[in-house]
T-cell receptor, first 115, second 113 residues
Framework: DTGVSQNPRHKITKRGQNVTFRCDPI?????LYWYRQTLGQGPEFLTY????????KSRLLSDRFSAERPKGSFSTLEIQRTEQGDSAMYLC?????????????FGPGTRLLVL | GDSVTQMEGPVTLSEEAFLTINCTYT??????LFWYVQYPGEGLQLLLK?????DKGSNKGFEATYRKETTSFHLEKGSVQVSDSAVYFC????????????FGRGTSLIVHP
């Protein structure tokens, strides 16, 4: 399977704990995106990488969130001191290039529940 | 700012019925328009796209026409199947920027046998 993969698929944690999610994009894709999706809403952009460089971060991405893509391949999204409001589906997507027509390929998501 | 508005769901249809899911957009430039579909337990996948006015995107029996005059990109299918049950997202990207898509809220489609 050469699609986008995300791990874990589900995560339950207690408020105040740190969590880390991983995304493995399609191998030749340069761009990698993180989104958050809550029930009944579309994906909301969090941040994206062009190769290993993090080029843009949304206002939604508070200081408790950090993302890395150390070698321009896989990426991690860490949430520190989780809050109940962080409960959501976290989606990763990748794309080959950077044009207005570019298709994004999404992973299955990591569902986070903060108790 | 740029935004996408979709009709609220769920849309409930019987198999072989005609489907329309409305999508309108607000954008400062000339967007490319997309429909993505999310099947239960899966990530979003591209269904179709159109990159300029009057273009028609089509795939798997679905189609949508980019209407600049009405700022719309309605999704249609002539005869739905149970397997089309999913959530459908309309999205746009703008040229001259980072090409990050703006998504609508999604419309759930339920098709009964």
């Amino acid at each position: 399977d050469t699609g986008v993969s995300q791990n874990p698929r589900h995560k339950i944690t207690k408020r105040g704990q740190n969590v880390t999610f991983r995304c493995d994009p399609i191998s030749e894709h340069n761009r990698l995106y993180w989104y958050r999706q809550t029930l009944g809403q579309g994906p909301e952009f969090l941040t994206y990488f062009q190769n290993e460089a993090q080029l843009e971060k949304s206002r939604l991405l508070s200081d408790r969130f950090s993302a890395e893509r150390p070698k321009g391949s896989f990426s991690t999204l860490e949430i520190q001191r989780t809050e109940q409001g962080d409960s959501a589906m976290y989606l990763c997507a990748s794309s080959l290039g950077s044009t207005v027509q570019e298709t994004q390929y999404f992973g299955p998501g990591t569902r986070l529940l903060v108790l | 700012g740029d935004s996408v508005t979709q009709m609220e769901g769920p849309v409930t249809l019987s198999e072989e019925a005609f489907l329309t899911i409305n999508c309108t957009y607000t954008a400062t430039g000339y967007p490319s328009l997309f429909w993505y579909v999310q099947y239960p337990g899966e990530g979003l996948q591209l269904l179709l796209k159109a990159t300029k006015a009057d273009d028609k995107g089509s795939n798997k029996g679905f189609e949508a026409t980019y209407r600049k005059e009405t700022t719309s990109f309605h999704l249609e299918k002539g005869s739905v199947q149970v397997s089309d049950s999913a959530v459908y997202f309309c999205a746009l990207t703008l040229s001259g920027g980072s090409y990050i898509p703006t998504f609508g809220r999604g419309t759930s489609l339920i098709v009964h046998p």
